[in-house]
């Protein structure tokens, strides 16, 4: 069955249920009924049960190249990866439980439905989407790093067609306070905005030009005109920082003001061959704009870049969605798109991005439909044995087994935070403090690509902060009001206390419940050691610590 | 730009699981601590090693080691002086290095092609250009698989990048990424565990830990499961080998300190040569803030240059004087060189056409200059090198086959070192 025009549908479920999803954690049953009914009514929203259109594309590509379909993950998988990547964090205990333990056929439809309605959806993807704008240093005070995070959730919130989002953080003007969104260009504007030209066309057309800025592209057919054509739209805009009195009446910085004024104004640049060249405003696809008109450059290229029936910019956010969720894009690396660099499975990618630019640019009926395919319900779990042959990687790249992939950093703050504070409903992220924790592991090189790393991603600070850091002593801590503590006063009076205690952790780390060797492996500690809570502390640590915890699965 | 980013993949399953018995993979959990017998020291003789000076923003060539006093145009305020190595001569800013250069080689006519930060980073870092199809190592960790996994109950990591993070290891996997010290003049975060965990608590933390792990591992069987363990192993190792005080530059006496510097660059490189004392194979050093599109020379002159100048030669004196500059590599550069024009903010922009690069020890012979720009340094006026030139020259010296090839994830070969490279005959005896 093909699925035409998610846009009716995408319009009508707008800004429906924000409020809900406040009350929902509570109420998680109630909550899955309640948000999925609709879901479950309208047969566009291509359940699990095999109605996804990009399934039949799928197994297309997976026979022709010869490989099995792939085996569904377990509950359990399912949960813990969905939650990671669309609110970010893991599930907690109720949770979880409320999950594993319900016997609704299409209870997978409904957990992401759910979870597309709660409140840290537009948070974690606000944070995403920050990172990848301006990253995750600090700029300096004309780049306000939370208005502009702010201003993102607000339109993940609105369900805002994301060709909408994306010509709004083009075009923006006004204070970098009160309109979150001129941050992305302010952030970028000097080297005569090079590092703006070069993210711009990464992150909205996933075009790699930032090398042609010195030379024409190696391997396809950029030219360094073009780098620079595209720079010159990046003329005419003006930075103003604006000063105001204080409480205590003293004159001081306020705010940034951004604005654009028409220019003649041209690009110049370095040729290799020592030779100066010059460039005016041309677009990708080459078309000019003309010289001496009166036009805002940053509006022309916003409307050209958000043109609804262009294809670069959903085929961008398609690869780059699609990487989010498999761990790995059609395309990759997931902003370097054109013919020098061949898609895996380009039909599918085709389909995806042809259906998000027909759904009036709906990121969550992408993401619905990326979620609910053969792709993303397969297990990471190998069968058999022959895992030493050389060909497996290639079959791994057709999307039918689940790549593992590490937490993000914050992905990380959040669900240690999760883990540990089950016993308190109403905690909720603190993303300042995650700010800061973070900043440890930031490098930021002070060039003028403003590029920056993580020292983090599964290296020897990062298990050093696992197994010995701050956070994780407070995670272990056995004091009144702490998660251990929570945990061993429920116990008491439980059947058999030290089941359920052991069976607390595991859900709380890993989602799960322990299987019967390792519950009994815990429950011979326990019985074995004088201070339980000295082995429930070990356990925890070993849960937190490992790799099952911090790999998506 | 790594959110988002593709997983780097591995290497071919065969070939990964081949080395899996050289991490840590195959100690179990409860050994981790027994294990710990360090003879770090004993490994040392015969081990090649490498320091890397990496000048993070593209240095300034012309005003360090191809200065043009005779270009009207492009020669800048620096004058040249005079070396202990004959006939060669290098800016005013770097007196010390200059009584070193007799164990330094200048190249003059390096030509890259990369002027973009990110992309001269990784090319000269790997000896490659980005290529969506392969996550190339870089080439430190090429050497820390080559050479430091043969070392036996070695405690600390074979790859260690000192105030930055360096390039990571491509399909070689997480294992053989740099170990970023952020600060050489603060202790290592979290090195030690809390005080309430004594050795026995830690045991069976581990213990529990290694049934998880080797669970996930058994049902997964991919390089991220793997590498996590083995990234553990390497961590315990270090956490309980004596030679963790190695990263404690206070152990070493005022005299020592004040040689080298104790800002950032002086105290990393400092420290790099107490990590190849102690058998680590490669260490990365970094200096940033090269990036000088403005006031080129007042950056130069007053911040960068003093800081270069004292490190780099406290380090080559002291290698030289500790008998370990035979078998340590030094290589001194950066992603790119910088304009022979200079632009009207007195600065100098991107320059990848014909720049320098420094090398020495090694056993190596030094005291040379090898190639040579035009007057103006714009072009290369004799004996080009390219990147693969620089990386088989280094590859050489480090007693790695030049013919070393892997099999990326995709099953196709990659050579450490591509077919148009050729060490430079000059620099071998």
Request: aromatic residues 8%.
């Given at each position: 069955?093909?699925?035409r025009?998610g846009?009716?549908?995408?319009?009508?479920?707008?800004?429906?249920?924000?409020?809900?999803?406040?009350?929902?954690a509570?109420?998680l049953?109630?909550?899955?009924g309640?948000?999925?009914?609709?879901?479950?009514?309208?047969?566009?929203?291509?359940s699990s049960?095999?109605a996804?259109?990009?399934?039949?594309?799928?197994?297309?590509?997976?026979?022709?190249?010869?490989?099995?379909?792939?085996?569904?993950?377990?509950?359990?998988e399912f949960l813990?990866?969905?939650?990671?990547?669309?609110?970010?964090?893991?599930?907690?205990?109720?949770?979880?439980?409320?999950?594993?333990?319900?016997?609704?056929?299409?209870?997978r439809?409904?957990?992401?439905e759910?979870?597309?309605?709660?409140?840290?959806?537009?948070?974690?993807?606000?944070?995403?989407?920050?990172?990848?704008?301006?990253?995750?240093g600090?700029?300096?005070?004309?780049?306000?790093?939370?208005?502009?995070s702010?201003?993102?959730r607000?339109?993940?919130?609105?369900?805002?067609?994301w060709?909408?989002?994306?010509?709004?953080?083009?075009?923006?003007?006004?204070?970098n306070?009160?309109?979150?969104a001129?941050n992305?260009t302010?952030?970028?504007?000097?080297?005569?905005?090079?590092p703006?030209?070069?993210?711009?066309?990464?992150?909205?057309?996933?075009?790699?030009?930032?090398?042609?800025?010195?030379?024409?592209?190696?391997?396809?057919?950029w030219?360094?005109?073009?780098?620079?054509?595209?720079?010159?739209?990046?003329?005419g805009?003006?930075v103003?920082?604006?000063?105001?009195?204080?409480?205590?009446?003293?004159?001081?910085?306020?705010?940034?003001e951004?604005?654009?004024?028409?220019?003649?104004?041209?690009?110049?640049?370095?040729?290799?061959n020592g030779?100066?060249?010059?460039?005016?405003?041309?677009?990708?696809?080459?078309?000019?704009?003309?010289?001496?008109?009166?036009?805002?450059?940053?509006?022309?290229?916003?409307?050209?870049?958000?043109?609804?029936?262009?294809?670069?910019?959903?085929?961008a956010?398609?690869n780059?969605?699609?990487?989010?969720?498999?761990?790995?894009?059609?395309?990759?690396?997931?902003?370097?798109?054109?013919?020098?660099?061949?898609?895996?499975?380009?039909?599918?990618?085709?389909?995806?991005?042809?259906?998000?630019?027909?759904s009036?640019?709906?990121?969550?009926?992408?993401?619905?439909?990326?979620?609910?395919?053969k792709?993303?319900?397969?297990?990471?779990?190998?069968?058999?044995k022959?895992?030493?042959?050389?060909?497996d990687?290639?079959?791994?790249?057709?999307?039918?087994?689940?790549?593992l992939?590490?937490?993000t950093?914050?992905?990380?703050?959040d669900?240690?935070?999760?883990?540990?504070?089950?016993?308190?409903?109403?905690?909720?992220?603190?993303?300042?403090?995650?700010?800061?924790?973070?900043?440890?592991?930031?490098?930021?090189f002070?060039?003028?690509?403003?590029?920056?790393?993580?020292?983090f991603?599964?290296?020897?600070?990062?298990?050093?902060m696992?197994?010995?850091?701050?956070?994780?002593?407070?995670?272990l801590?056995?004091?009144?009001?702490?998660?251990?503590?929570d945990?061993?006063?429920?116990?008491?009076?439980?059947?058999?206390?030290?089941?359920?205690m052991?069976?607390?952790?595991?859900?709380?780390?890993?989602?799960?419940?322990?299987?019967?060797?390792?519950?009994?492996t815990?429950?011979r500690?326990?019985?074995?050691?004088?201070?339980?809570?000295?082995?429930?502390?070990?356990?925890?640590?070993?849960?937190?610590n490992?790799n099952?915890?911090?790999?998506?699965? | 730009?790594?959110?988002f980013?593709?997983?780097?993949?591995?290497?071919?399953?065969?070939?990964f699981?081949?080395h899996?018995?050289?991490?840590?993979?195959?100690?179990?959990?409860?050994?981790?601590f027994?294990?710990?017998?360090?003879?770090?020291?004993?490994a040392?003789?015969?081990h090649?090693s490498?320091?890397?000076?990496w000048?993070?923003?593209?240095?300034?060539?012309?005003d360090i080691?191809?200065?043009?006093?005779?270009?009207?145009?492009?020669?800048?305020?620096?004058?040249?002086?005079?070396?202990?190595?004959?006939?060669?001569?290098?800016?005013?800013?770097?007196?010390?290095?200059?009584?070193?250069?007799?164990?330094?080689s200048v190249?003059?006519?390096?030509?890259?092609?990369?002027?973009n930060?990110e992309?001269?980073?990784?090319?000269?870092?790997?000896?490659y250009?980005?290529?969506?199809?392969?996550?190339?190592?870089?080439?430190?960790?090429t050497?820390?698989?080559?050479?430091?996994?043969?070392?036996?109950?070695?405690?600390?990591?074979?790859?260690?990048?000192?105030?930055?993070?360096?390039?990571?290891a491509?399909?070689?996997?997480?294992?053989?990424?740099?170990?970023?010290?952020?600060?050489?003049?603060?202790?290592?975060?979290?090195?030690?565990p809390p005080?309430?965990?004594?050795?026995l608590?830690?045991?069976?933390?581990?213990?529990?830990?290694?049934?998880l792990?080797?669970?996930?591992?058994?049902?997964?069987?991919?390089?991220?499961?793997?590498?996590?363990?083995?990234v553990?192993?390497?961590?315990?190792?270090?956490?309980?080998?004596?030679?963790?005080?190695?990263?404690?530059?206070k152990?070493?006496?005022?005299?020592?300190r004040e040689?080298?510097?104790?800002?950032?660059?002086?105290?990393?490189?400092?420290?790099?040569?107490?990590?190849?004392?102690?058998?680590?194979?490669?260490v990365?050093?970094?200096l940033?803030?090269?990036?000088?599109?403005?006031?080129?020379?007042?950056?130069?002159?007053?911040?960068?240059?003093?800081?270069l100048?004292?490190?780099?030669?406290?380090l080559?004196?002291?290698?030289?004087?500790?008998?370990?500059?035979?078998?340590?590599?030094?290589?001194?550069?950066g992603?790119?060189?910088?304009?022979?024009?200079?632009?009207?903010?007195?600065?100098?922009?991107?320059?990848?056409?014909?720049?320098?690069?420094?090398?020495?020890?090694?056993?190596?012979?030094?005291?040379?200059v090898?190639?040579?720009?035009?007057k103006?340094?714009?072009?290369v006026?004799?004996?080009?090198?390219?990147?693969?030139?620089l990386?088989?020259?280094?590859?050489?010296?480090?007693?790695?086959?030049?013919?070393?090839?892997?099999?990326?994830?995709?099953g196709?070969?990659l050579?450490v070192?591509?077919?148009g490279?050729?060490?430079?005959?000059e620099?071998?005896?």
């Amino acid at each position: 069955m093909r699925v035409r025009r998610g846009r009716m549908w995408g319009r009508g479920i707008r800004g429906s249920s924000v409020a809900a999803a406040g009350r929902a954690a509570l109420v998680l049953a109630l909550a899955l009924g309640a948000t999925a009914s609709r879901a479950a009514d309208d047969p566009k929203t291509a359940s699990s049960s095999g109605a996804n259109f990009l399934d039949p594309l799928l197994e297309q590509a997976w026979e022709e190249a010869g490989v099995k379909p792939p085996r569904p993950a377990s509950d359990e998988e399912f949960l813990r990866r969905a939650y990671l990547d669309i609110i970010g964090r893991i599930p907690n205990v109720q949770e979880a439980q409320a999950f594993l333990t319900t016997r609704e056929a299409d209870k997978r439809t409904k957990l992401v439905e759910y979870l597309l309605n709660h409140v840290d959806y537009p948070k974690n993807f606000a944070t995403i989407w920050t990172n990848l704008l301006v990253g995750r240093g600090d700029q300096g005070r004309n780049v306000d790093r939370r208005a502009l995070s702010d201003w993102l959730r607000k339109q993940f919130v609105a369900d805002r067609p994301w060709n909408e989002v994306v010509y709004d953080l083009v075009t923006a003007t006004g204070s970098n306070r009160e309109n979150g969104a001129v941050n992305y260009t302010l952030a970028h504007l000097e080297s005569e905005a090079v590092p703006l030209t070069s993210r711009t066309t990464r992150l909205f057309l996933g075009q790699q030009l930032q090398c042609t800025q010195c030379h024409d592209h190696p391997q396809n057919d950029w030219k360094q005109s073009d780098f620079w054509g595209m720079n010159a739209f990046f003329r005419g805009i003006k930075v103003e920082e604006k000063r105001a009195a204080d409480a205590t009446g003293l004159e001081r910085y306020d705010h940034t003001e951004l604005s654009d004024q028409p220019t003649d104004d041209f690009a110049r640049f370095d040729k290799r061959n020592g030779m100066v060249g010059v460039a005016f405003p041309r677009f990708l696809d080459g078309e000019k704009l003309s010289p001496g008109s009166k036009l805002i450059r940053r509006v022309e290229l916003g409307k050209r870049i958000a043109d609804p029936d262009g294809d670069l910019l959903p085929r961008a956010m398609a690869n780059r969605m699609w990487a989010h969720f498999m761990g790995r894009g059609f395309v990759n690396p997931v902003d370097d798109i054109g013919p020098h660099n061949s898609p895996i499975a380009p039909e599918v990618f085709d389909k995806l991005t042809e259906e998000f630019r027909d759904s009036g640019f709906d990121v969550k009926q992408l993401i619905r439909w990326i979620t609910s395919s053969k792709a993303y319900q397969a297990t990471s779990l190998r069968v058999s044995k022959r895992g030493d042959s050389p060909g497996d990687q290639e079959e791994d790249d057709l999307f039918n087994i689940m790549a593992l992939r590490p937490m993000t950093p914050e992905q990380l703050f959040d669900s240690l935070m999760t883990a540990t504070s089950s016993h308190r409903p109403g905690a909720t992220r603190d993303e300042g403090r995650r700010d800061n924790w973070m900043r440890q592991f930031l490098f930021v090189f002070g060039n003028d690509e403003e590029d920056e790393a993580t020292n983090f991603q599964g290296t020897i600070p990062q298990s050093l902060m696992m197994m010995n850091g701050e956070m994780m002593k407070e995670a272990l801590s056995g004091k009144p009001d702490s998660f251990l503590a929570d945990v061993v006063d429920r116990a008491r009076g439980a059947r058999s206390p030290a089941v359920q205690m052991v069976d607390q952790l595991y859900l709380a780390a890993l989602s799960r419940l322990p299987s019967a060797r390792e519950r009994q492996t815990a429950l011979r500690y326990l019985q074995t050691q004088p201070d339980s809570m000295g082995v429930l502390q070990d356990l925890f640590w070993a849960l937190l610590n490992s790799n099952e915890f911090i790999l998506i699965h | 730009m790594s959110p988002f980013s593709p997983l780097s993949g591995g290497l071919g399953r065969r070939h990964f699981m081949r080395h899996m018995a050289a991490t840590a993979l195959g100690i179990p959990a409860f050994r981790f601590f027994s294990d710990l017998r360090a003879n770090a020291a004993q490994a040392r003789k015969n081990h090649r090693s490498c320091i890397v000076l990496w000048m993070s923003g593209g240095p300034s060539h012309l005003d360090i080691w191809d200065l043009k006093p005779d270009s009207e145009k492009n020669g800048g305020p620096f004058r040249p002086i005079a070396t202990s190595a004959p006939g060669v001569m290098i800016s005013e800013h770097m007196p010390k290095t200059a009584q070193q250069m007799h164990h330094l080689s200048v190249l003059r006519s390096l030509d890259s092609k990369e002027g973009n930060h990110e992309r001269g980073t990784y090319l000269m870092h790997t000896g490659y250009v980005p290529n969506p199809t392969v996550v190339h190592p870089g080439w430190g960790s090429t050497c820390a698989f080559e050479l430091g996994s043969q070392l036996d109950n070695f405690d600390l990591p074979h790859c260690v990048s000192i105030n930055s993070p360096g390039v990571g290891a491509g399909f070689l996997g997480m294992s053989y990424t740099p170990f970023m010290v952020q600060n050489p003049n603060a202790p290592i975060a979290n090195l030690q565990p809390p005080g309430d965990v004594d050795a026995l608590r830690m045991n069976r933390r581990l213990q529990m830990l290694g049934q998880l792990e080797d669970q996930f591992i058994a049902q997964r069987r991919t390089p991220p499961a793997v590498d996590h363990k083995a990234v553990y192993g390497k961590t315990i190792r270090m956490m309980n080998s004596k030679y963790k005080e190695i990263f404690n530059l206070k152990t070493e006496s005022e005299a020592v300190r004040e040689a080298y510097g104790k800002h950032s660059f002086g105290s990393g490189c400092l420290m790099a040569r107490r990590l190849v004392e102690q058998g680590v194979t490669y260490v990365e050093v970094s200096l940033g803030g090269w990036d000088t599109h403005a006031d080129n020379f007042e950056a130069l002159s007053t911040r960068l240059l003093p800081e270069l100048d004292q490190g780099m030669s406290a380090l080559v004196a002291d290698l030289a004087s500790r008998g370990l500059l035979d078998t340590t590599l030094i290589v001194w550069m950066g992603e790119f060189g910088r304009t022979p024009r200079i632009n009207q903010n007195a600065g100098r922009d991107h320059w990848p056409r014909s720049w320098s690069v420094v090398v020495g020890g090694g056993g190596l012979k030094n005291g040379q200059v090898i190639g040579a720009t035009d007057k103006d340094g714009v072009d290369v006026a004799d004996r080009p090198i390219g990147v693969m030139d620089l990386i088989a020259t280094m590859t050489k010296t480090m007693g790695i086959g030049l013919d070393t090839q892997y099999t990326t994830p995709r099953g196709r070969p990659l050579k450490v070192v591509d077919d148009g490279g050729k060490p430079i005959e000059e620099l071998f005896g």
